[in-house]
């Protein structure tokens, strides 16, 4: 299969999501969360089944779901817990009009863009979170 991220579908990661993972993995600097994923479900499912690693999903099955919530991401941030963040931009708006409930805002604040070059290039973007 070739493309980034929604995904591979089937639980299997795609060269670049494998890419991806492998730079936060090795560059966490021990986080305990590899990796979070903004957006809706699917987005982060194919992280989720096909490695062992922590990553976690933002925003529920539509994206817009408060978990996780501003706080508890700046907690994360604070304790050392998460570094990466996938997909800064790719939030969605789930019934209700609800949209991210913050987390696009605090991404923009803590997060910037890892050179795509650093993990092998492609269409995902990277995000390097600092407290």
Known sequence: ????????????????????????????????ITLAVAGP??????????????????GGFSGSDDAPSVGQ?????????????LGGEMGGRGPGGRGDNGRQEWIAVHCSTVDPSAY????????????
Do not use: H
């Open 1 to 32: 299969m070739q493309g980034g991220p929604p995904g591979g579908g089937r639980g299997e990661l795609t060269d670049e999501q494998k890419r991806i993972l492998s730079y936060a993995k090795e560059n966490s600097g021990g986080a305990g």
């Open 41 to 58: 479900a699917q987005m982060a499912s194919p992280f989720i089944m096909g490695s062992d690693e922590v990553v976690i999903g933002m």
């Open 73 to 85: 991401l700046q907690a994360w941030l604070t304790e050392g817990r998460l570094k990466f963040v």
């Open 120 to 131: 092998g290039g492609g269409s995902a973007q990277l995000l390097e979170c600092r407290a």
